[in-house]
């Protein structure tokens, strides 16, 4: 592995390759991220080597599977500090983490009349599923708001949560605005009310140092394929007294103690909560991708991705015709940078900035809510992460404005 974080083209083949007859420039990360070769090749070993079924077999294969697949969750709990690898469960994604602890804390805890606080930014995983619940039991959801310069309204916060919020669920950092929530702060205010917390790790895990212990979050979920391993593959940690109060989620093989004709005992977490059979490798290879973070360490991870947006950023805002959204400053901004064009539609923008080999995700970001509340339909969002360089930065300024000049008929 390479050791300097603006060296890392030999471990992610992908990247080495033209686009549009162009050197790609890849600054969609926050949709997803690129896989180094290690944790590929983790994929390809387990399937040629390893293969089995875990926790059900006594031969080789599967004792070798189950140990590789256990280790993993041990990997993962140290990565985010968790208490105890009980508190680690293997899911889908962070959708599904998040739609897991609202289908069964959720469900047993939300009343009519009940409160549940979420903010104004989440992505639709961490909004769809609690206006549902909200619905479904007759309690309200309330939104924490914005201030001007993009940030989390903490003064809000403390009149929305109250005696009667039950959830605040809050996205760690924004996926669109590049805002890093004050977390831990939200954690004290809703266990001051008797409230628990939901935090989605989706744009945190993979780019800062998280200590799920620290935040005193009650639950926190985040996706695999954000932070390097493979699709399919997430995470979510509760802690332990609230998973095994917890319903199961799903029922089926793996998730039981003992079944009789009239009733059935479900095991111990995290199985309760891993009914059939899991994504055995994509868990493994979610393992590699943390020992590839953890031998780089996070936070050089989080000061190589400070670096570029401290270039990159005010690039970007002192172009006439170009509004980025979310903080000013670069230092309370994460490398989710959105932005619009004017008078260009983000899909127009996007488009042009392919023919020039650069990858930006275009569209609401699965945030209608906030784009609302931004007064746009719709953003160009570049994303970076360790991996990118400088060269990447100066491709999308060059391409913003050779992008301008097209649309200008070659006037700028």
């Known amino acids: 592995m390479a050791n300097n974080t603006n060296n890392f083209t030999a471990d992610f083949p992908i990247l080495d390759q033209k686009v549009n007859g162009e050197r790609l420039a890849y600054l969609d990360n926050a949709a997803t991220a690129q896989k180094p070769r290690q944790v590929v090749e983790s994929l390809v070993h387990f399937y040629e080597h390893d293969n089995a079924n875990v926790h059900r077999g006594v031969h080789s294969l599967a004792e070798r ?8 969750r041990q990997k993962v709990q140290h990565f985010i500090n968790a208490a105890d690898n009980k508190e680690i469960i293997f899911t889908k994604g962070c959708t599904d983490g998040l739609n897991l602890v609202a289908a069964t804390y959720g469900e047993e805890n939300i009343q009519a009349g009940d409160e549940i606080v979420i903010s104004i930014m989440e992505h639709h995983s961490n909004l769809i599923p609690w206006q549902q619940l909200a619905i479904k039991k007759h309690a309200v959801l309330k939104y924490i708001e914005l201030t001007d310069d993009g940030t989390l309204d903490m003064a809000d916060a403390q009149k929305k949560i109250t005696d009667k919020t039950k959830i605040v669920a809050v996205a760690h950092a924004s996926n669109v605005l590049g805002t890093v929530n004050p977390l831990k702060e939200l954690a004290k205010l809703a266990h001051e009310h008797g409230a628990v917390i939901v935090g989605d790790g989706a744009q945190s895990v ?6 799920v212990q620290d935040l005193d979050v009650d639950f926190y979920a985040f996706s695999g394929h954000k932070m390097m391993g493979p699709t ?3 995470v979510l940690y509760g802690k332990a007294a609230l998973l095994r109060q917890m319903p199961p989620y799903q029922y089926g093989g793996e998730m039981i103690s003992a079944v009789h004709r009239e009733r059935t005992e479900f095991a111990d977490i995290p199985f309760k909560f891993e009914a059939g059979t899991q994504n055995i490798a994509g868990a493994i290879a979610l393992g590699t991708a943390v020992d590839y973070l953890e031998k780089i360490g996070m936070e050089n991870i989080a000061a190589q991705e400070q670096a570029l947006v401290d270039y990159v950023l005010p690039k970007l805002e002192a172009i006439p015709y170009v509004t980025v959204y979310g903080p000013q400053d670069p230092q309370h901004h994460t490398g989710v940078i ?14 042009a900035l392919d023919a ?56 700028i």
């Not at 993979?206 to 200590?211: A, E, I, Q, T």
């Open 65 to 72: 599977a189950t140990e590789e697949y256990e280790e993993a």
């Open 206 to 211: 993979p780019h800062m140092p998280v200590d």
């Open 232 to 234: 399919g593959i997430g």
């Open 338 to 351: 959105a932005f619009n064009m004017d008078n260009l539609h983000p899909h127009d923008v996007a488009t």
């Open 356 to 411: 020039e080999g650069v990858a930006v995700r275009a569209g609401h970001h699965c945030a209608q809510p906030l784009m609302e509340a931004l007064g746009v339909s719709a953003t160009s969002r570049a994303s970076f992460y360790f991996y990118n360089t400088k060269q990447d930065a100066d491709q999308l300024i060059n391409a913003i404005k050779a992008t301008k000049e097209f649309f200008n008929g070659g006037t």
